[in-house]
């Protein structure tokens, strides 16, 4: 994590009464406007968020996570998020879990005011929440998320792929019990940036306008809404069997992280 990469991505929600059949056509997709789509083994991603007793983290805008994938840890900071059209772009530092990777993260939340205890020796070789519990960092929120991913290639380019497009089954882990969304996400790979995101995203929004909704909010805040509406019990009876929320629910949702994001 030598450099400070910028992270390009965009989340379309899966809007439509039966998500699970939407899924499928999204995810049985072998192309889409000028975008060829390859697919690859699905994974599991479990992810972990944390921040200190005070919020420090949350006050910075900083998100902060140990994620697990396929048995995996990295570590992951995004920051900085700056929303153009359907994506946004962001500040992202990811590594694979060792002393090397926290000592980065810990040097960039120490360039942004927020200061936490040096790590003890040894740290970063450890289980990764033990390690970062040592240094006041509590979980807030976790998730278990089915992937299925797709390479993304540009029949106008020659080369790799340009993008990831993910539909993404997240299970928010609440107090409450478990919720969750089903979304389309869509990353910037290799050459791919800003337009080939925002080209994507737009295929796939007018490719299934009954099925895809632009969602402008991060895995994390979105988190954090459905686990006060479900607190405050404005989503009684909008979860279906699955736990999933249902359409009905989606602009609640939407109004809430509008509302409530600054």
Do not use: C
């Amino acid at each position: 994590m030598s450099e400070k990469p910028r992270e390009v991505e965009g989340v379309l929600l899966v809007w439509a009464d039966d998500q699970e059949a939407a899924g499928r056509r999204v995810a049985g997709l072998q192309a889409v406007d000028r975008f060829e789509l390859r697919p690859r083994p699905a994974q599991r991603i479990r992810d972990v968020y944390l921040d200190t007793g005070d919020g420090a983290l949350a006050a910075a805008k900083v998100a902060f996570r140990v994620r697990e994938l396929d048995g995996q840890p990295l570590l992951t900071l995004k920051a900085d998020s700056v929303r153009s059209g359907l994506a946004a772009e962001r500040l992202e530092l990811e590594a694979p879990w060792s002393a090397g990777a926290l000592g980065t993260v810990l040097e960039e939340l120490r360039r942004r005011g927020i200061e936490l205890p040096d790590p003890s020796e040894g740290a970063g070789a450890g289980e990764p929440l033990a390690d970062l519990g040592g240094l006041g960092l509590r979980p807030t929120q976790t998730r278990e998320t089915t992937r299925t991913p797709r390479d993304v290639l540009d029949k106008g380019q020659a080369g790799g792929r340009v993008a990831e497009l993910t539909l993404d089954d997240v299970g928010y882990q609440l107090p409450a019990g478990t919720a969750r969304l089903l979304e389309v996400e869509v990353e910037a790979k290799g050459p791919g940036g800003l337009e080939t995101v925002q080209a994507l995203l737009q295929a796939l929004a007018e490719a299934f306008p009954s099925d895809l909704k632009p969602w402008p909010f991060g895995k994390l805040a979105t988190g954090r809404a459905v686990e006060r509406l479900l607190a405050e019990g404005r989503l009684e009876g909008l979860l279906d069997d699955r736990q999933r929320i249902r359409p009905a629910a989606h602009d609640l949702l939407a109004e809430f992280l509008a509302e409530n994001s600054s």
